[in-house]
C-alpha cells in the first residue's frame, strides 16, 4: 500500500485539493474489510482568508479544534443534525485549513457500500442511485460508515482504519474548476473557483 504521508497534506490547501483527485480512500471496518472509493470532486477551505471555513479568522470552537491539528488528519463533522462530512487537514500545524471530500466512485466493496446507502447490492441500484451514489460529502460518509468517531484520526497510519492511497491521479487537463456549493453565505468567498472536480 503506498499510503499518502504526512507531507502530501503539509502544503497549499488548493495544490492538495487539486492532488487529491484519483486517490484511494481507504476504510477499514472492525473485521478487516476494506471499503476503497476513489476521489473525483474536493473543496477547498483555508481559514485565515475564507468565510465559509468554520475556523475563519482562526476561531477556536470545539467542533474546529481538529482543523488545527497536524496536517494528514481527518475533521468530521455534521451538518443538519444528519449528515457527516469528511475533511482532511492540510498546511501546518496551527493552521486552519482542509479539503473536504465532496464526491467518490466505488473501487472496492461496492455492495457493502450500496447496502450502507440503499440496503442493495451495487448491481441491484436503480438508474437513480447509481446516479447518486457517492455524488455528495454526506452520501461517501454513510456509504463509508464514517461518523464523528471518526474525527482527528491521523490519515497516514495504517492502523487507524481510515487513509488515503496514491490511486490514480487524473491527467491536469481532465480536471475542472469552479465555484463551492451551499456557501451563500460567505459573502465574497461565494466565488472562490476552490471546488476541483473530473470524470
Request: proline residues 5%; charged residues 20%; hydrophobic residues 35%.
Amino acid at each position: 500500500m503506498d499510503i499518502l504521508t504526512q507531507d502530501f497534506y503539509a502544503r497549499d490547501t488548493l495544490t492538495v485539493a487539486r492532488d487529491l483527485l484519483g486517490r484511494e480512500i481507504v476504510r477499514v471496518l472492525p473485521d478487516g474489510t476494506r471499503l476503497v472509493c476513489r476521489i473525483t470532486e474536493t473543496e477547498a477551505y483555508i481559514g485565515r482568508l475564507d468565510k465559509a471555513c468554520h475556523a475563519y479568522g482562526y476561531k477556536h470552537t470545539a467542533r474546529t479544534e481538529t482543523l488545527f491539528a497536524p496536517p494528514g488528519t481527518a475533521y468530521l463533522y455534521l451538518i443538519y443534525g444528519m449528515y457527516h462530512c469528511l475533511n482532511f487537514v492540510t498546511e501546518g500545524e496551527g493552521e486552519p485549513a482542509a479539503v473536504l471530500i465532496r464526491g467518490a466512485v466505488a473501487v472496492e466493496n461496492g455492495d457493502i457500500i450500496a447496502k450502507n446507502r440503499f440496503g442493495c447490492k451495487e448491481k441491484n441500484m436503480n438508474a437513480y442511485q447509481r446516479r447518486n451514489f457517492l455524488n455528495g460529502p454526506g452520501k461517501l460518509c454513510r456509504g463509508l460508515n464514517l461518523t464523528r468517531a471518526q474525527n482527528g484520526l491521523s490519515l497516514t497510519a495504517p492502523d487507524g482504519g481510515l487513509f488515503v492511497c496514491a490511486g490514480q491521479p487524473p491527467a491536469p487537463g481532465a480536471i475542472q474548476t469552479g465555484k463551492r456549493i451551499g456557501i451563500d453565505y460567505a459573502e465574497e468567498a461565494v466565488d472562490f473557483p476552490w471546488r476541483f472536480w473530473y470524470g
